[in-house]
């Protein structure tokens, strides 16, 4: 059982590599719409983010394997890189896809 819990810190970041994984993949869809729309290229915001939060991640595994546990100013270091990064995309995202709100609940033009 100690085996698994020495894991536990470093598979608990899963979550947050999957959150950078998944806003570097809204970042592709919104530089498609960008070109189709011809949008500012502010997808890249969306690279910024998980760049932001792959960073609190390193520093995450970095501190854990040096000292093994994380006390509450580690655990900060740890989680205002994943908020910064989550608001950081979180205004991308309505920048791009803010026009679906608007959308909702229009029936299409007969044409």
């Known amino acids: 059982m100690e085996v698994f819990n020495d894991g536990l810190p470093l598979l608990s970041m899963l979550g947050a590599l999957a959150l950078a994984i998944s806003i570097a993949i809204l970042g592709v869809l919104s530089k498609r719409l960008g070109e189709v729309t011809r949008t500012p290229p502010y997808y890249r915001w969306f690279y910024v983010s998980s760049a932001v939060i792959l960073g609190g991640i390193l520093g995450r595994v970095i501190f854990t394997l040096q000292v093994g546990s994380l006390d509450a100013q ?12 989550l608001l950081i995309a979180v205004l991308a995202m309505g920048i791009y896809w803010g026009w679906l709100l608007g959308e909702r609940g229009k029936q299409p033009q007969p044409r």
Do not use: T
């Not at 270091?77 to 910064?84: G, S």
């Open 74 to 85: 580690a655990a900060l270091l740890y989680d205002i890189p994943l908020v910064i990064g």
